[in-house]
C-alpha cells in the first residue's frame, strides 16, 4: 500500500523535526510536521510567524544556514526519494530546475550587480547547459514577456525595477525551468494590495500553464481562500489543522487555532467596536511545553490538554490535532 | 570641485605656515647677520608683508608654477619635487600592489573559510600589523634581511632588489586593511538574501562565490584603498627615511627639521593634490564597479 | 559594574548595562583591558620605580649592557638605564596620545555639534573648514604645523590634534542629524517626552556609541603617528625619552644589541594592542549585528 500511495504524492514529509543551534539555545523550529502533496496541487500553508514555515521550505530545498541549521529526524521524500541525506550535488539538480522557491522580499532577492537578463538566464545555464545561446536568450525573453515586462528591459538592473515587477523578475527565474514545485514564502507580503492581486494572478496563470504544484506560504487568510486547493494550518512547527479549503472555512469543526484566525479578520458586514486578536504568545521555540503547543492560548483548553500532545483526528480528508475532537473518530 | 578646494587648502596652509618664526632670515644668514642684513633678506623674500598679499603673490607664482626656493637647500621646489616624486609613487604603487594582491585574496579566503586555521592565522596577522609601528617592523626588517642576512641592499636604490623591502613595509599597513575589508565585506554578502536566491537555483557554492560574492563583496574594499592611499603617502615619508630612498618623504623631513617654508608647503599641497585626484579616480572605478551609482553625480 | 554577574533577565536591563555586559563577556576586549590598565598603571608609577634622573645619568662603564638583574631591560650606548627610558618615554607616548584624543574629542563635538544643531550659514563654514582639513592627510598637516611651530611635546600634540578635530567634528555631526531625525525622537515626542529627556534617554546612548569606537581606535593610531613623528625626530627628537626616538636613537646598536630595538618595539605594540582589542570589544558590545 505504501509504495503506490508514494507514488501519488509528489512531496511527502513525515514527522519532520528541524532545529536551529544557537550559541544560547536550541530553537525548535520544525516539531513532527507531515505533509502530503499533490502533483499540480496548490496547498496554502498558513501560520503567525516564526511557526516555522520558512523554516520547512529551507528544509525541503536542503538550505538551511550551514552551521545553525539541522534537520534533526524526519522524511522528505520527493516523487519517492528521501531527500534528506542526499549528496549536494543532488540538490543542485533539483533546485530551480525541479522545485524552486520565492523569497519574500523581492528588494533584496536580487543582485545588484547583475543584469536582470543575465540573472535569469543563470537558471537556463545552470540547468540547460546544451541549449545554444540563441536558444537560451529566447526562453529568457519570452519568461519576461509571460511575467509582464518588456524583453528589452533585460539588460537593466533590479535598482531600475519597482517592487512589483522585481518580484516578477523572481518568478521568472522560478519557473523558466518549468518546476514541478513552487515554494512561495509570502511572495505578496512585502508588495501594496493592488500588486498583491496581480503577482497571485500571474501564479495563478503560469501555474496552470506549467502544471507546478504549489506551496504558497502566507498569513493571510484571504490570500488562501482565493488561490488554494488545500490548506495545512501551522502552529509551532506542526501542522494543527488540514483539509480543502472549503473544510477549512466552511466546517463548524475546526481547530480553536484555526476559529481564532478566522476571527481575527473584522468583518464588513457587522458594526464591530473591537477587533478579536487571540491573546497571548507562540511557545517559546526554545522550551516546547510537553502537552499541546496552543494550550495557555486556547479558549477551550483542557486539563489533558496541557499534560498530553493531542492526536490527530481526521474525517473526510479533514485532519484537527486537538482533543477536543476525540469523541468524533472512531479510532 | 576639486579646485576651489584645492585653492582653501593652500591658504589654510598658508596661513598655519606663516605661524613660522618671522626670523627666517636671521636662521638662513646664521646668527652673526646683522640686523641690516636680516632685514635686507627679509624684504627680498617678501616676508615683512602682510598676510595676504603675501598670499595672493605666492598663488600668483604658483599659477607660473613657481613655487619658490628652498630656503635652506639650494633648489627649486618644484623642480626638485618632480625629480623625485617617481621614486616615491614606485614605492607606494609597489606597496599597493602588494597589499591587494596578497590581502584581497587572503581575505576572501579568510571568509570562505571561516573558523579555520587559515582565518585565525590572517585575523592574527591583521592585530599583529595594526599595532606594530611601520618605523619598528621597517627597522628590524631591515636589520634582519639586509645586515644580518644580508639578502638585500641595506638602503639607497642601485639593484631592483631595493625595491623589495620598502614596498612592503609601506604596504604593511594597508596589507592589514585589505585582508580585514575584504574579509567582512565578503562576510556580509555571502549573508544576503541575493545569495540564498542563487542558491535556490541551483548553483553551487563555487558560482556562487565566482558569479555572485566576489564582485559585491570588492565594491567597498575599492572605497577602502582609497581611503588607505592617503595613510601611505603619510607612512612613505619614514619607509623612504628608513632605507634613504631619494624620494619626497626625505626631503619633507629635512625641510620640516630645517622650519623650511616654501618646501613643506609646495610638498604639502603637491600630495595633496595628488591624493585627491587619485579620490576621484577611485570613486570613478567604484561607479564603474557598482551599477547603483550614477556616474553624473 | 564591569564585574559583578548577571543576576536579572535579560529584558530588564538598561542599554548601557546590556553594552557593559556584552564587552565583558568578549575574552579579547577584557584581555585588552587589562594589558593596558598594566601598561597605564606601570607608567604612571614610574618615579616608584626608577628615579627621573636615571632617564639622563649617563654610566659609560655600563654601557650596551643586555638586560640583567641591575638593568631589568639592559642599557643604551650611553650607559642609560633603558627601563627608566621606556617608563618616562611612555608618559609621552601614551598621555600626549590621551590628551590628543581628549582635545579632538572635545573640541571636535563642539564643533560637530553646533554644526549639526544649528545648520544653516554655521553649518555651511564650519564644514567647509572641516573638509578642508581633512582632505590633506594627518601626518602631513601635522609635519606642517610642526614646522610653523617648531619642536616641543605640546606643539607635538597641538599639530597631531588639528587632523583629529576635524574628524570628530564631522562625526558628532552625522551623529546628530541623524538622531535629530530618528524616527523614536518623534515618537518620543508623542509620548510627551521632553527635550531633555529625549536627548539624555535616547539620543546619548544611541549616538554616543559609534563616536567612543571611533575615539577608542583613533587612539592607537596617534600612538602609533606619536612614536612615528618620534622616530623621525619631528616634535620630539634625542635626548627626550619616547619610545619612538629611543628605537632611532639606538638604530645603530641593534643589530649586536637586538633589546634595545625589540623592547620599545614591543611596548608600543602591546599597548596599541591593547587599545584596538579595547575598540573592537566596544563596537561589538554597541551593536552586536555587526559582529561577523
Redesign the interface.
Known sequence: MSDTTNEKYLLEIKDLFVQYNTDDAVVHAVNGLNLRLKSGEKLGLVGETGAGKTTLALSILQLLPKKVGQIASGSIKYKGEELIGKPDSYMLGLRGRRMSMIFQDPMTSLNPTKTVGDQILEVLQLHFPDLSKAEKDAKVDEMLQLVGIPASRKGEYPHQFSGGMKQRIVIAMALIAEPELLLADEPTTALDVTIQAQILELMRRLKDQFNSAVILITHSLGIVAEFCDNVSVIYSGHVVEHGSVEQIFGSDAKHPYTAGLINCIPDLAKDEARLKPIPGRMADPRHLPAGCCFADRCPHCMEICKTVPPRMYEKDGHQILCHLFEEKDGK | MLIP?IL??TF??FV??????GDVARMVLGQDATPEQVATLNHQMGLDRPLLVRYVRYMGNAMKFDFGRSWTGNFDVLAEFSHRLPYTLLVSVLALLFATAIGIPLGIASAIK?YSLLDYGSTFIV??L???????LG??CQ?FFC??LRWLPVSGISTWKSFILPPVILGANTLASMIRMS??SM??VVK???I??????????H?VIL??AI??SL?PVVTQIGISF??T???A??TE?IFAIPGIGTM??N???G???PV??G??IF??II??VINLVVDLICAL????IDLAS | MLFGKKKKPLSEYSTGELIMFRFRKNKLAMVGVFMFLFVTIFILLAPLIRPYDLVVKQNISHKLQAPNTQYIFGTDELGRDLLARILYGGRISLFCSLAIIGIAFVIGAIIGGAAGFFGGKVDTILMRVVDMLMSVPSALLAMAIITALGNGVWKLVIALSIGQIARFARMVRSSVLTLRNMEYVEAAKCFGSSSRRIIIKHILPNGIGPIVVSATLTLGAVILSISSMGYLGLGVASPTPEWGTIISENKVNIQYYPYLGIIPGICIMLTVMSVNFIGDGLRDAFDPKTKS
Do not use: C, E
Open positions: 578646494v582653501s587648502v589654510i596652509l598655519i605656515l606663516s605661524l613660522a618664526p571561516q592585530m599583529l595594526f599595532s606594530m609601528p611601520a618605523f619598528w627597522t628590524m636589520i645586515l644580518t574579509r567582512t562576510l556580509d544576503m538574501d541575493y540564498r536566491t542563487a542558491r535556490a537555483k541551483g548553483a553551487s557554492n558560482d558569479h555572485h564582485r559585491n565594491i592617503a595613510g603617502i603619510g607612512g615619508v619614514v627615511s619633507l623631513i625641510a620640516v627639521k622650519r623650511d617654508v613643506v608647503m610638498t604639502v600630495i595633496t591624493v585627491g564597479v557598482d551599477p547603483r
